[in-house]
């Protein structure tokens, strides 16, 4: 899978320093690559804990991390690199038939080009109030945008002991906060 994201994409230094192992997983092979993603993210200082991928028929077409601080993008959150990186890829903007694993739960803005690129499912680690216990405030953006329970079955979560410890690792690294 190609890693580049787009416009999302600043580069990265010639001595990226090495992503330290972890001692956790989550249980679907997915959100594992979605956890890896933003692990590489968090260690470069690229953006928050999120990384996205997206996936058709059992099979990765696109991934990406939050690179907010990196591309100077406040746009560029995990689920946004990743559909660009899929709708690339795939060389389509119609992303029917895919689903996205993300390890924390979307924002508006997220959720807007998720439902705009017509992916059917959202499997989601951390929640919106998790989100906000590590510094982002997602949650005063969904309270204006309304209620959740809106999006009827496009938001299911999954593996959120292991997004869980995903923010705890970036809460102890030094950071940018946005």
Known sequence: MNRKHLSCE???APDTPEIPACD???ENPFMNLAIA????GIHL???GPFG????RDGTVIGSGH???LVAHDSTCHGEIAAIRNAEQHLGTHDLSGCELYTTGEPCPMCLAAIMWANIGRVYYGATIHDNALIGFRDEVFDRMFGDRRAFGDLLVPLD???CLRLFGEYRNLPKTLY
């Open 66 to 68: 939050n690179m907010v």
């Open 52 to 55: 996205a991928v997206v996936v």
């Open 10 to 12: 600043a580069g990265s």
């Open 160 to 162: 959120r002991e292991a």
């Open 45 to 47: 200082g690229h953006g």
């Open 24 to 26: 956790y997983r989550a």
């Open 37 to 40: 993603e933003a692990r590489t």
